[in-house]
């Protein structure tokens, strides 16, 4: 916060391929004190909870977060799209095949920008219809996606502006980085700076990052950069 975030993800339940099952109970029990800490320390705050359970979704905001964070856009739990109608908070929707532990075998797309450019306007006609009225795209880099496929996406990724959304994009330290230089997700923060302006000039309007100094510095001379073109 003090080096310019605007808000903080929060998550406890890790998404990595092949990460440890966490229950729900678990989820919560990791999750809702820090929330609770965060909200009370810093009134201002504005938490994004990272989860696909409805029933995290549901008490965490009830403990003071103000968006979800859904990495499967509701196909991990039926109830979350109908919970974040009830609860009317903004709902980020990732594109994702499969789960965490089956999305590296599910790669395969005839055309991906097509199929996710598809998949995104189902999943946004379905959280209109229950009333969803704030919503940000999120590609899911790194997410049933190869190395290849996610630069094809970034490459491509002003397509999705036709979804008339805010686009997240989260690639910093992410494997496509730093397989590509071959160097470690540490080293990677010199090649997250590199995709995150890129992303930015494809058309995303939220950035995901680890590093929130050298991302702000970053968006600031991104900013003055179009001011003077």
């Given at each position: 916060l003090?080096?310019?975030?605007?808000?903080?993800?929060?998550?406890?339940?890790?998404?990595?391929?092949?990460?440890?099952?966490?229950?729900?109970?678990?989820?919560?029990?990791?999750?809702?004190?820090?929330?609770?800490?965060?909200?009370?320390?810093?009134?201002?705050?504005?938490?994004?909870?990272?989860?696909f359970r409805s029933q995290v979704a549901q008490k965490a905001i009830e403990?003071?977060?103000?968006?979800?964070?859904?990495?499967?856009?509701?196909?991990?739990?039926?109830?979350?799209?109908?919970?974040?109608?009830?609860?009317?908070?903004?709902?980020?929707?990732?594109?994702?095949?499969?789960?965490?532990?089956?999305?590296?075998?599910?790669?395969?797309?005839?055309?991906?920008?097509k199929e996710m450019m598809l998949y995104f306007a189902q999943k946004i006609s379905l959280a209109r219809s229950l009333g969803i009225n704030d919503l940000i795209v999120d590609p899911g880099y790194g997410f049933a996606k190869t190395t290849e496929q996610n630069f094809e996406v970034l490459q491509k990724s002003d397509l999705f502006q036709q979804l008339n959304l805010p686009i997240l994009a989260g690639l910093s330290r992410k494997s496509m980085i730093y397989k590509t230089l071959e160097t470690t997700a540490k080293n990677a923060l010199n090649g997250t700076t590199v995709l995150n302006t890129l992303a930015l000039t494809k058309g995303a309007n939220i950035l995901r990052v680890h590093d929130v100094k050298e991302a702000m510095e970053a968006l600031n001379l991104f900013e003055v950069f179009q001011k003077t073109t």
């Amino acid at each position: 916060l003090a080096e310019g975030a605007i808000f903080i993800d929060i998550g406890a339940y890790s998404s990595k391929p092949n990460a440890e099952y966490v229950s729900e109970e678990v989820e919560l029990q990791r999750l809702i004190p820090i929330v609770e800490l965060l909200v009370n320390e810093f009134p201002e705050i504005i938490i994004s909870i990272d989860t696909f359970r409805s029933q995290v979704a549901q008490k965490a905001i009830e403990a003071g977060a103000a968006i979800i964070n859904d990495i499967s856009a509701g196909n991990l739990d039926e109830g979350m799209m109908e919970t974040v109608a009830k609860l009317q908070v903004p709902y980020i929707m990732m594109h994702m095949k499969g789960t965490p532990n089956t999305m590296q075998n599910l790669t395969h797309y005839d055309d991906i920008m097509k199929e996710m450019m598809l998949y995104f306007a189902q999943k946004i006609s379905l959280a209109r219809s229950l009333g969803i009225n704030d919503l940000i795209v999120d590609p899911g880099y790194g997410f049933a996606k190869t190395t290849e496929q996610n630069f094809e996406v970034l490459q491509k990724s002003d397509l999705f502006q036709q979804l008339n959304l805010p686009i997240l994009a989260g690639l910093s330290r992410k494997s496509m980085i730093y397989k590509t230089l071959e160097t470690t997700a540490k080293n990677a923060l010199n090649g997250t700076t590199v995709l995150n302006t890129l992303a930015l000039t494809k058309g995303a309007n939220i950035l995901r990052v680890h590093d929130v100094k050298e991302a702000m510095e970053a968006l600031n001379l991104f900013e003055v950069f179009q001011k003077t073109t």
